[in-house]
Structures are given as structure tokens and as C-alpha cells.
């Protein structure tokens, strides 16, 4: 019993360490890619999570989507192309980046952009409601190599927010599809 309680005392130390040591980065609608490391070589936990490249910390993005608006965070592998993510918020799952194409001529560095525009490149789109939100997300898949699965990467997140639509807009733009396919329907007869 006594090793029990030292070995439980010594987990919740252990956790309790290292989630003082997590960088929290803002995270802004409209302010490009914001990006993330996975090096289980330099993570302090050994783990395939994000991590804050300068000191391996564990590392989650902070944002808000406000009430009356739906966000839209879009995630992109970076690098070499073969490397897919788990997309976490608020400790759930949202889900997984595609499945990548492995390829380590295929290399980006960090522009984004060109990762987005590459389909060998893992991305993953996802819609969110208004609320506060904390992401993080592990490496799933690895790009490889002859020697096995890299588990280093570079990646990024990027925010959009929209206003969602006030019910009597959306009314008027349906009422309006409406009309128009009844005169499209009473042309063609």
C-alpha cells in the first residue's frame, strides 16, 4: 500500500511539473499561421505532442470565437510531407489531418501556403462554435525514412471567424433561392 501511495504521489508530481512547464501561445483570427513543433528528441515528455521548439515544452493555442460568429481553424503539416496530426480542443478530439503522402523530396519549409496548396501535404479544416477554446494535438503519422519514422515535424494552425447569419437574413436568402428555382422551374415548362 505504501508503494502504491509513492508511486501515485510521484505520477501527480510528475504531471503537476509538467503542466507547469506547457507554453500557452495566443492564437488571433486573421493573423496568418501560428506554428508548432513535434520532436520526441526534444519534447520534455519524450512524446509525440506539439511542442514549443525553443525549450520542448508542451504547447496549446488559446482563442475565442465570440458569440454570433463560427471560427474556422485550418491545420497543415510543414517540412517534409508525411506527417499527420490528432487535433485536440478543450482535451476532445475534433479529429485527424488527411493522410499524408510520405515523400521527403517533397519539402515546404515553413511556408504554409504551399504545404495548403500541395495535396501530398496533411491539412485538416475544422468549424467551431463561438466559445473559449484550448488546442493542442499529437503526431499521428510520420514521415520516415530508411531508418523508420522521423517523429520531428513542423506544423501550423491558422484561425478565420465569420458572423453566422441573423435567422431573418437567412430567411430573406432562402425565400429568395426559392423564388428563383420556382422561376427557373416556370421558364422550362
Request: glycine share 12%.
Amino acid at each position: 500500500m505504501h508503494r502504491r501511495h509513492l508511486l501515485l504521489t510521484a505520477a501527480l508530481s510528475l504531471a503537476a511539473a509538467s503542466a507547469a512547464h506547457a507554453t500557452v501561445a495566443p492564437l488571433s483570427a486573421g493573423s496568418g499561421w501560428s506554428t508548432f513543433d513535434v520532436a520526441d528528441i526534444i519534447a520534455n515528455d519524450g512524446g509525440l505532442g506539439w511542442i514549443d521548439i525553443g525549450d520542448g515544452s508542451a504547447l496549446g493555442f488559446q482563442f475565442v470565437v465570440p458569440s454570433g460568429f463560427s471560427g474556422r481553424l485550418t491545420v497543415v503539416d510543414g517540412g517534409f510531407s508525411g506527417d499527420a496530426f490528432s487535433v485536440i480542443a478543450n482535451g476532445l478530439l475534433l479529429g485527424t489531418t488527411s493522410a499524408p503522402v510520405n515523400s521527403l523530396a517533397t519539402n515546404v519549409g515553413l511556408d504554409f501556403d504551399a504545404a495548403l496548396a500541395n495535396p501530398d501535404f496533411s491539412r485538416g479544416v475544422f468549424t467551431l462554435a463561438a466559445g473559449t477554446y484550448l488546442l493542442t494535438g499529437a503526431l499521428t503519422t510520420s514521415a520516415f525514412d530508411a531508418s523508420g519514422a522521423l517523429n520531428s515535424t513542423v506544423g501550423a494552425v491558422r484561425l478565420e471567424v465569420s458572423p453566422v447569419p441573423a435567422p431573418p437574413a437567412l430567411a430573406t436568402i432562402l425565400a429568395g433561392l426559392c423564388g428563383l428555382g420556382f422561376a427557373v422551374r416556370r421558364r422550362s415548362k
